[in-house]
């Protein structure tokens, strides 16, 4: 009988080691990523039948890579996995294309149960913060507007968070300084922040970064 294929992405390494111990026995596991690029290119490569991916990671963040992966046609189940017990994010997770979130940290009692559970078709939260589904449903449709960054101004959000200057960011993106202020502008503007911090805050929140 054939094994589900799962593809892991989390850049702590202790941890997901600690996860492929855990889940070598039942599945097979096709791949180990540290990045968001990362998964996409291996999600592409290996086709895994189920993901697991952390949300804050560097270089593009779970949430981004899960959207790039839908647009891209592909159809793996994504489970993710996190310390984030906010109810936003967990709306935001399912919104990109998740079928499950799980809290690292219960993830030994949990993730094996969430597996199963993509894999016949259901949705599975994490029952620590079950409870907070509905209500971060009901709350999605106020928050759209905020989470809705265009893949230029999430580079320059990324960069920032990196601790790049505006210049910098302009070299790294191939525009000008001018227009990476302005993206930055137009994200504290549609966020409701004021200064460069409250951004950094904000993205933290949502699990826009690894720090």
Do not use: C
């Not at 990045?35 to 981004?64: F, H, R, T, W």
């Not at 989470?147 to 230029?152: F, G, H, I, V």
């Not at 200057?165 to 409701?192: C, F, V």
């Amino acid at each position: 009988m054939t094994r589900p294929r799962l593809l892991l992405a989390d850049d702590h390494t202790m941890f997901s080691q600690g996860l492929q111990r855990l889940l070598m026995d039942e599945f097979d596991l096709v791949g180990s990523v540290e990045d968001g690029q990362a998964l996409v290119e291996s999600a592409g490569q290996l086709k895994p039948d189920v993901i697991i991916v952390d949300i804050s990671m560097p270089i593009m963040n779970g949430l981004d890579a899960v959207r790039q992966l839908r647009n891209q046609g592909s159809t793996a189940k994504i489970i993710f996995l996190t310390m984030h017990a906010d109810d936003r994010l967990l709306a935001e997770a399912f919104k990109s294309g998740g079928s499950g979130y799980v809290l690292k940290q219960s993830a030994g009692e949990d993730l094996m149960t969430a597996i199963r559970q993509v894999l016949a078709g259901q949705k599975y939260v994490t029952p620590l913060i079950a409870g907070k589904w509905a209500e971060a449903v009901s709350k999605q449709a106020q928050e759209t507007q905020k989470l809705t960054l265009t893949p230029r101004q999430r580079e320059v959000l990324q960069l920032v968070i990196e601790g790049y200057t505006m210049k910098e960011i302009a070299t790294r993106l191939g525009i000008s300084t001018r227009t990476a202020e302005t993206h930055k502008y137009e994200m504290m503007q549609g966020l409701g922040v004021g200064t460069t911090a409250e951004l950094i805050q904000y993205a933290v929140k949502l699990g826009l970064t690894s720090t």
